[in-house]
């Protein structure tokens, strides 16, 4: 990527991607595919399903994001989700919330204690592996590393993992939460504070396919803080989240399984 390109984020992005709110039965079989495909048949984390989609309890209450090709006919990329709290039982925990229970710091917050309505977990982001296959890459569902940044002769821009993180901001955005929780890789606020992206850790780490660590972030000050030369691709990318969310409405949680 070229220094100019660096600066033209947005049409790089529109030039080769687009991200999709995922609200109808076909691209949720989609995400579900991708799933299945990266944590399933090639990482073994999940055990094989019948029919070939990944899908566990908290997806009834969770709003999902597909990244696909932009070109014709689209090809799949990767996907992710925004877990929010279950409508029925809002207290029900996140899924962080079980995994890091005995690690979680309560003194930097308490989830909780927290409004419900206004907390979520970003999960199940997820990478096919063509778009993955660098050394180091191939035992992960999402990598994100100093050399995707280049170099300040040559640099470069990992559009793939970004934008599905932006794309996550925007549903949570769209939703009025205000908080979101993740496990990451330990790296992983090194890496976005070159976006202008300030993650919180927020406990100590666990093992989770990998050394992981629970932290934060604050969707209002992600969107204030991002650097300049990210706020064109942030805007593409909100801006096809609001579309499905035009289009569609926003969709009603699936029934119990």
């Known amino acids: ?35 299945h495909e990266v944590y399933c048949e090639e990482l073994g984390f999940e055990p094989i399903r019948p029919d070939r989609r990944e899908i566990d309890t908290y ?11 932009s070109t014709e006919p689209h090809t799949l990329v990767g996907c992710n989700r925004l877990v929010l709290a279950r409508p029925e039982d809002p207290d029900f ?10 690690t979680l710091d309560r003194h930097i917050i308490d989830p909780a204690r927290q409004p419900r309505g206004t907390i ?11 778009y993955r296959r660098r ?33 996550v901001i925007a549903l949570a955005k769209h939703e009025g939460i205000e908080t979101l929780f993740m496990l990451t890789e330990p790296r992983l606020a090194d890496h976005f504070a070159k976006l202008g992206v300030k993650i919180t850790q927020i406990g100590g780490p666990i093992e989770h396919r990998g050394i992981r660590v629970p932290s934060m972030m604050s969707v209002d000050n992600v969107i ?27 969709p009603d949680f699936l029934p119990e399984p």
């Not at 997806?59 to 090709?69: A, F």
């Not at 925990?93 to 229970?101: S, V, Y």
């Not at 979520?120 to 063509?130: K, M």
Request: charged residues 30%; aromatic residues 12%; proline residues 5%.
């Open 93 to 102: 925990p996140l899924p962080f919330e079980h995994a890091c229970r005995a």
């Open 135 to 167: 050394k180091g890459e191939t035992k992960t569902a999402l990598a994100l590393s100093d050399d995707d940044f280049g170099t300040e002769e040559q640099p470069r821009f990992p559009y793939i993992p970004i934008g599905l993180y932006l794309a």
């Open 120 to 130: 979520a977990e970003v999960s199940r982001l997820a990478v096919r592996a063509h």
């Open 1 to 35: 990527m070229s220094l100019l390109d660096r600066f033209s984020l947005g049409e790089g992005f529109r030039k080769y991607f687009e991200v999709v709110s995922a609200f109808d039965e076909d691209t949720r079989n989609d995400v579900f595919g991708i799933r």
């Open 224 to 250: 204030k803080g991002l650097r300049f030369f990210v706020k064109p691709i942030w805007k593409v990318v909100r801006e096809e989240i609001e579309a499905g969310y035009a289009q569609s409405g926003r």
């Open 59 to 69: 997806d009834r209450h969770s709003l999902h994001c597909l990244m696909r090709g």
